[in-house]
């Protein structure tokens, strides 16, 4: 029996909802089989976007103002802390041990990002070298 056969005996309505109710099984089913196609995640995903779009520019907004207060705040940390090594107060140990874990992120993200450093990474190298000196000298 042909399936415009089967059509035939039921109304607009009634044939859109078996027409309806079949693709919904058959996207089921494709779903469901071993195969990478994923129709029902694809719609889902699609709906997702549509309906989130604003929320998402907003967090994708505020996600660049977190990093860039974040970098800015290890900046600086970095070059408050040279500075005050520069004018001669002194750290404590806790201090120095917090300040080379700033460094350590900062030049990590600076490289990821491919980040011009000039004035940081000086300040960076030469509180490495103070460190390396104090500790040297059991001063810390």
Same mark, same amino acid.
């Given at each position: 029996? $042909?399936?415009?056969?089967?059509?035939?005996?039921?109304?607009?309505?009634?044939?859109?909802?078996?027409? &309806?109710?079949?693709?919904?099984?058959?996207?089921?089913?494709?779903?469901?089989? $071993?195969?990478?196609?994923? $129709?029902?995640?694809?719609?889902?995903?699609?709906?997702?976007?549509?309906?989130?779009?604003?929320?998402?520019?907003?967090?994708?907004?505020?996600?660049?103002?977190?990093?860039?207060?974040?970098?800015?705040? @290890?900046?600086?940390?970095?070059?408050?802390?040279?500075?005050?090594?520069?004018?001669?107060?002194? @750290?404590?140990?806790?201090?120095?041990?917090?300040?080379?874990?700033?460094?350590?992120?900062?030049?990590?993200?600076?490289?990821?990002?491919?980040?011009?450093?000039?004035?940081?990474?000086?300040?960076?190298?030469?509180?490495?070298?103070?460190?390396?000196? &104090?500790?040297?000298? @059991?001063?810390?």
């Amino acid at each position: 029996m $042909p399936i415009t056969t089967f059509f035939t005996g039921f109304s607009t309505g009634e044939a859109a909802a078996w027409a &309806l109710a079949s693709l919904v099984a058959l996207l089921t089913l494709i779903q469901v089989s $071993p195969l990478r196609l994923n $129709p029902w995640d694809t719609l889902f995903a699609w709906v997702g976007k549509k309906t989130n779009s604003k929320q998402i520019a907003q967090l994708d907004s505020l996600e660049k103002t977190v990093i860039a207060l974040w970098v800015n705040d @290890h900046r600086y940390r970095i070059l408050t802390f040279a500075r005050e090594c520069r004018a001669g107060i002194e @750290h404590s140990s806790d201090e120095w041990s917090n300040l080379l874990c700033v460094c350590d992120e900062y030049e990590v993200y600076v490289e990821k990002k491919q980040i011009a450093n000039g004035i940081v990474k000086a300040d960076t190298r030469y509180l490495r070298d103070l460190y390396q000196e &104090l500790s040297r000298e @059991h001063k810390l």
